[in-house]
């Protein structure tokens, strides 16, 4: 039947697997034993975790696999593959899980949620072992959930937006001092004005104030000078 194997034992020793569709002819004698050798999926329950940083996060992966024959337990070591494939891929999706934190949080290091392809290969590679004694092959591996759990969540948003604000501001200051440093190159190279340090100071705060507001500045005159 196509999709389907028979694994033939003759007194409990293994003497080959049928694959092949139609009449087959065995020895009656033997104990046939009947294995889907179809592509199966499925998903690994919402486990709970604690991440290399001791974070709580919830994660879930999906499992593609397939039976295959191994010469030396060909579809005959285990009772029930999708029991098995289960048990094996929650273990391995704990231990993936631990060894790697959430976010890596400016570090050069791996970390789950900013290497998902790195992380789900170290997953399949991980599970890979894990079945390969009992004939099964994992096609592909990946992760359907990763978040922090929810008594974390709020105080990690906050931390997440807390950094986003400060790295946007580190921009916005980087390019405010670039546009600062070229206007008085242009005004010096063009020979517009000439400004003393004092000048040149206000000048500086008034740009920078500008550039780096969050809200709309106001224009003000001065009818006198800048040192009265």
């Known amino acids: 039947m196509p999709g389907r194997a028979h694994v033939v034992q003759l007194f409990g020793k293994y003497r080959g697997t049928i694959r092949e569709s139609g009449l087959q002819w065995v020895n009656p004698f033997t104990n046939r034993i009947a294995v889907s050798t179809r592509i199966r999926n499925q998903e690994s329950a919402q486990l709970k975790v604690n991440d290399a940083d001791g974070n709580p996060i919830e994660i879930a992966a999906v499992v593609v696999w397939q039976v295959r024959d191994n ?50 290969q170290k997953l399949s590679a991980e599970l890979t072992d894990r079945v390969r004694p009992a004939g099964v092959q994992i096609i592909e591996t990946r992760l359907t959930r ?23 501001r580190m921009r916005i200051v980087e390019g405010a001092v670039g546009m600062v440093q070229l206007a008085l190159k242009r005004l010096k190279d063009e020979d517009v004005v000439e400004l ?8 500086v705060s008034n740009l920078l104030v500008v550039l780096c507001s969050e809200q709309a500045t106001q224009q003000v005159v001065n009818t006198g000078s800048l040192y009265q």
């Open 146 to 168: 990763l978040s922090y759990a929810p008594e974390i969540a709020q105080a990690m948003l906050r931390q997440q937006q807390a950094s986003a604000v400060v790295g946007a």
């Open 196 to 203: 003393d340090e004092e000048r040149k100071a206000a000048m």
């Open 71 to 120: 010469p030396r337990t060909p579809g005959t070591s285990v009772d029930d593959y999708t029991h098995f494939v289960t048990i094996q891929a929650e273990t391995a999706v704990r231990h993936i899980a631990s060894s790697y934190p959430y976010d890596n949080r400016g570090r050069d290091a791996l970390s789950l949620r900013d290497n998902a392809d790195e992380i789900t």
